[in-house]
């Protein structure tokens, strides 16, 4: 079954930086665009990054700039490079997996790793 393990979460001050990881398994080949996600607390889980089969990729409009995927399909990983960190940055943040670029419905997701950000 294919799955997707995040890593790198963690409690930071506000200002510093986090890269998160997420291992994607071989069953999700290169078609697959993967995107970050994340939950607030006491909100919805929005989409913030995505990044194409053919490496592509955007962002939600407020974290361009301060927020870079990437993924390294030698490696089976994506990756959310995270800078000048703020405490509304706080969330569980979750990788996805989907055919599609839009992330409506997206097939397969990671169990997500929370980020913490003091001020």
């Known amino acids: 079954q294919a799955q997707l393990v995040e890593s790198g979460g963690g409690l930071v001050q506000a200002g510093e930086s986090l890269r998160l990881s997420c291992v994607v398994s071989p069953g999700i080949n290169r078609r697959y665009a993967l995107g970050w996600f994340r939950r607030a607390p006491g909100g919805q889980r929005e989409l913030i990054a995505r990044?194409?089969?053919?490496?592509?990729?955007s962002y939600a409009g407020s974290l361009e700039g301060r927020f870079t995927i990437s993924r390294d399909n030698a490696k089976n990983t994506v990756y959310l490079q995270m800078n000048s960190l703020k405490p509304e940055d706080t969330a569980v943040y979750y990788c996805?997996?989907?055919?599609?670029?839009?992330?409506?419905?997206?097939?397969?997701w990671g169990q997500g790793t929370q980020v913490t950000v003091s001020s």
């Open positions: 996805a997996a989907d055919l599609s670029p839009f992330f409506r419905r997206p097939e397969y």
């Open positions: 990044v194409t089969s053919d490496g592509s990729a």
